[in-house]
Nanobody
Framework: QVQLVESGGGLVQPGGSLRLSCAAS????????MRWYRRAPGKERELVAT????????TYADSMKGRFTISRDNAKKTVYLQMNSLKAEDTAVYYC?????????WGQGTQVTVSS
């Protein structure tokens, strides 16, 4: 079955960096776009970034452009989210996601806390 397992979250000071990873299994990873979402306390879930399957092209939410980088390693079946210049408002649970045959699949999430 499809499994997505995130890792790499933690506590970081404002201005710091973190790299999140999402290990995928149970499907042909290279054939599907992958996404990172986040849910901040008291807020709706929002799309952070997308990387396509074919060309590996990327898109970002406006507030993340220039600070976050999504990438994928098809050989390792892993998608990454490099987060730089972190701000307090980036504090959230970050989720890995893919869409296969009309259904969303989610990981369990990894907590990112930006605080001094």
């Amino acid at each position: 079955q499809v499994q997505l397992v995130e890792s790499g979250g933690g506590l970081v000071q404002p201005g710091g960096s973190l790299r999140l990873s999402c290990a995928a299994s149970g499907f042909t990873f290279s054939s599907y776009a992958m996404r990172w979402y986040r849910r901040a306390p008291g807020k709706e879930r929002e799309l952070v970034a997308t990387v396509t399957s074919a060309s590996g092209s990327t898109t970002y939410a406006d507030s993340m452009k220039g600070r976050f980088t999504i990438s994928r390693d098809n050989a390792k079946k892993t998608v990454y989210l490099q987060m730089n210049s972190l701000k307090a408002e980036d504090t959230a649970v970050y989720y890995c996601n893919t869409w296969i045959d009309g259904r969303h699949y989610w990981g369990q999430g990894t907590q990112v806390t930006v605080s001094s």
